[in-house]
């Protein structure tokens, strides 16, 4: 997968988590465990059809307001991806026991591709080692500037030379 295509989807999915997180407010809302990913699907045999790639991303939205937006979001951005072979697959999970649940999916190798962890566990996270380090993409693509982030909260993304996650700024026009 690109780079341009993956810093989007990452991009998008922080932008938007973030942006309705600021909203606060809602009670939490249980979501039912019968989310189902996708298959990838393929012709290994015929190399003219594209391989398509799932990527199962999560948020803890407050209420169903909020995890229908992001629902519209995914389904949006999976129909326009899927020409580049990409499926978008979003699995929400409830504000009580979130990361609780997501740890465990992560010791059983059942974790989302993409996940919303609060910036003050990701040294938890990193320690664990079920992080991406995102400096080695960072470094190689010209584009990527730290400036298009908000300062205060990627300090806390990054250790030690390390980037363990964005926080992007709403780009203003003119910027």
Request: charged content about 15%; overall charge negative.
């Amino acid at each position: 997968m690109n780079r341009k295509i993956m810093w989007t989807i990452c991009s998008l999915v922080l932008i938007t988590s973030m942006a309705l997180a600021s909203c606060g407010g809602g009670t939490a809302t249980q979501v039912p465990a019968t989310a189902t990913q996708p298959p990838i699907v393929g012709n290994p045999t015929n190399t003219s059809a594209p391989q398509m790639v799932t990527i199962r991303w999560r948020t803890r939205p407050d209420n169903q307001a909020e995890q229908d937006v992001y629902q519209q979001i995914s389904d949006n951005l999976s129909a326009q991806l899927a020409s580049q072979g990409i499926i978008l697959v979003y699995d929400p999970a409830p504000v009580t026991g979130y990361e609780d649940k997501l740890k465990t999916e992560y010791s059983a190798g059942t974790a989302p591709d993409i996940a919303w962890i609060p910036g003050a566990s990701t040294a938890d996270y990193a320690q664990l080692g079920v992080i991406t380090d995102l400096m080695p993409l960072a470094t190689a693509d010209p584009t990527f500037k730290l400036t298009d982030f908000y300062d205060a909260p990627m300090q806390e993304l990054q250790n030690a030379g390390h980037l363990w996650g964005l926080r992007p700024r709403a780009h203003s026009p003119g910027r």
